[in-house]
């Protein structure tokens, strides 16, 4: 196969941060000419809130990162980063593992992270890479950016079959990329090759990307002239910076309204009113923190993240989990006007007969016993008809129910 000029991976693992990591704060600074991707720089290229998710602050820092070199089996580490949501102990959050492959093209290695049949094992464990800064999510899938661009000779076919051939090969290392399979794994459908133009997303006449549910893969259109090339270096930084931010805020978003999701099914089993009330403010905490849809006034960022929402339908599932907390809400409200209407119709068939005896006592001016005695009896036998009526039943049942646990 020919040789490809450019690889570059980058895998995503969701994680929980038992504390704050003791590397260097601020994320991976990457250099290229005269371009320093610093917290600095990515901070004014995002908004404040953004920038405030992605980075933190001086005093309350989001992000770490450890630039170590090292080599593990055909992989070359370049840095591992980790962004924390929170500062709370066992706060959610990702680690980002910067790599190359040094021999193999990132299909093999794309298809081991994903878990594909067959596939062998990684080189590399991002658990020991870590080591106690965090602890990898057992049993989730990894998020892949990948990007590669082509030598002199372009971007061989990896689909070779006759049906494959109007599929142009730039197409097919997209899909490969993204879906992180080979023929072997998934074979795709040669009646729908060709991708809707709003899931291709044109980053320049040079390269292109596309955003699928588990990977996003990244393409240069072009041959790569290496150290001396104009545009690819600077194209690389930019992955590996501003437009992974993008990525791993919608990865953020993912994981928190998966974590509402949860909680809402769970609703159920407890306390109505006080868990919806909880969950509401922490919907709304979800909202103020991490919920955008527009990031910055630069395009590509936006349009990325938009991809990610789309391929995991979060905006459709954050609406479903408001209007499933509206329902909530209204039941809630139902069943305590129906538990106070219940308390009033049981207090007044209470209360009216016992009244009507006592203003009946106090016009009849006498303390005769047999007297107070058949008040008394008749104001019993009242009451107790009352309670026996239908309107009288049913707030009786209700009330049962409100104080039965």
Known sequence: MTRLARQVVVVVYEARFPAAPTWEPGPLVLRHGQVH??????????????????????????????????????????????????????????????????????????????GRRDAPPADFDPQELVGDQAVIEPGSRPFTVSFVTPARQGLPRLYRQPRYWRWAPALQWLWALASRTSLADYPPDPK????????????SSDWHAVVLRDGMGVIGLRTDQGRDDPFFGYAELY???????????????KQELTRLEERMAGALDSSLAATMAKLEREVSSFRHRLWAQHLTPHGIPNRLLSAYQRQHALRERFEQL??????????????????????????????????????????????????????????????????????ARTALRALRRRFTP
Not at 46 to 71: E, F, Q
Not at 192 to 203: D, M, Q, S, V, Y
Not at 239 to 253: E, F, H, K, N, T
């Open 37 to 114: 991707s610093t917290t600095e720089a990515r901070g004014e290229y995002y908004s404040a809130k953004t920038a405030r998710v992605l980075y933190g602050d001086a005093t309350h820092p989001r992000r770490w990162h450890a630039p170590s070199h090292r080599i593990v089996g055909d992989a070359e580490i370049t840095g591992v980063e980790a962004l924390r949501v929170t500062g709370e102990p066992e706060a959610r959050g990702l680690v980002a593992i910067h790599l190359r492959p040094r021999r193999e093209t990132p299909i093999a290695l794309l298809r081991t992270l994903a």
């Open 192 to 203: 729908n090759l060709e991708p809707a133009n709003n899931e291709i997303i044109r980053l």
């Open 239 to 253: 992955l590996r910076s501003i437009y992974l931010d993008a990525v791993l805020l919608g990865m953020l978003q």
């Open 322 to 391: 408001l209007t499933e907390i509206g329902d909530f809400n209204r039941l809630t409200r139902d069943d305590e006007n129906r538990h106070v209407n219940s308390a009033v119709v049981v207090f007044t068939l209470i209360t009216v007969p016992a009244g009507i005896a006592l203003a009946l006592l106090q016009v009849l001016e006498t303390d005769e016993p047999w007297l107070l005695t058949t008040v008394a009896v008749t104001c019993v036998a009242l009451t107790a008809l009352l309670l026996r009526t239908r309107s």
